[in-house]
């Protein structure tokens, strides 16, 4: 079973950047979508960003052009960087990854293994 622990999270003043990194262990041979998504209070969860397949990046649009997201096979990792943040990007992160036999990353959030989540908090 697949157990992710995430870090990086912490508060920034608008404009700046963090780095969030996630740690897979109990991936066994396969691809896998690895995923961050957020949480907001009081808002649902989304999507920010994807990889899957043989490494197909894709981002909300709310992130788009601000954010990156990379891998290190090796190391069993994923990251996120999150530059010129915004206030409303304060939220809790969450990583989360599943085992795929395509391409396609699944819909459903019970899917993933998930992280325990990081809070991100950036004031103006």
């Known amino acids: 079973q697949v157990q992710l622990v995430e870090s990086g999270g912490g508060s920034v003043e608008a404009g700046g950047s963090l780095r969030l990194s996630c740690s897979a262990s109990g991936y066994t041979a396969g691809r896998y979508c690895m995923r961050w998504f957020r949480q907001a209070t009081g808002k649902e969860r989304e999507g920010v960003a994807t990889?899957?397949?043989?490494?197909?990046?894709s981002y909300a649009d709310s992130v788009k052009g601000r954010f990156t997201i990379s891998e290190d096979y090796f190391k069993n990792s994923f990251y996120l960087q999150m530059n010129a943040l915004k206030t409303e990007d304060t939220a809790t992160y969450y990583c989360a990854s599943v085992r795929v036999y395509g391409t396609l990353c699944p819909s459903p959030l019970n899917a993933y293994s998930w992280g325990q989540g990081t809070q991100v908090t950036v004031s103006s």
């Open positions: 990889i899957r397949g043989a490494g197909v990046r």
